[in-house]
């Protein structure tokens, strides 16, 4: 009986401690922005001609980075000029551009303004609507 009170004792000190501390601690919240698009990706920044383009922010390592440069430099891409951001050779351009999930993919017209865009798997459909609209 003595042995469960001073269980009981000290789990209740050790319950009080921690509520005065979490109390007197201060609390920081952090915001993490997930896959944000960026609005203006001008061509000649990525390393291409001025003009309408693909441009596709990858990591070496990434399947997913690997399907949609196939699918986009495969029969979808219609032509356009295509841009591979990898991370590993970028870094700076995945900072400059706010890029914190790869792929990430944005079509651009001839001002460098994001027409359309997506992380991870693209859209077949909107992609097609995109590349409409600048061609």
């Not at 001073?6 to 007197?24: E, I, K, P, T, Y």
């Not at 390592?61 to 050779?89: K, W």
Request: glycine share 8%; aromatic share 4%.
């Amino acid at each position: 009986m003595i042995r469960l009170l001073v269980a009981l004792s000290l789990g209740g000190m050790v319950s009080a401690v921690a509520v005065v501390l979490n109390r007197s601690g201060t609390t920081t919240s952090i915001s993490v922005r997930r896959n944000s698009l960026p609005t203006r990706v001008p061509a000649v920044e990525v390393g291409l001609a001025e003009g309408p383009a693909i441009v596709i922010f990858t990591e070496a390592s990434c399947h997913s980075c690997q399907d949609v440069m196939r699918l986009i430099r495969g029969p979808a891409g219609a032509g356009l000029p295509v841009a591979d951001v990898e991370y590993g050779a970028q870094p700076d351009l995945h900072r400059r551009f706010n890029i914190d999930t790869v792929p990430t993919t944005v079509v651009v017209d001839k001002q460098g303004t994001v027409i359309a865009g997506w992380t991870g798997r693209v859209d077949l459909s909107e992609f097609t609507t995109a590349l409409a609209e600048i061609a």
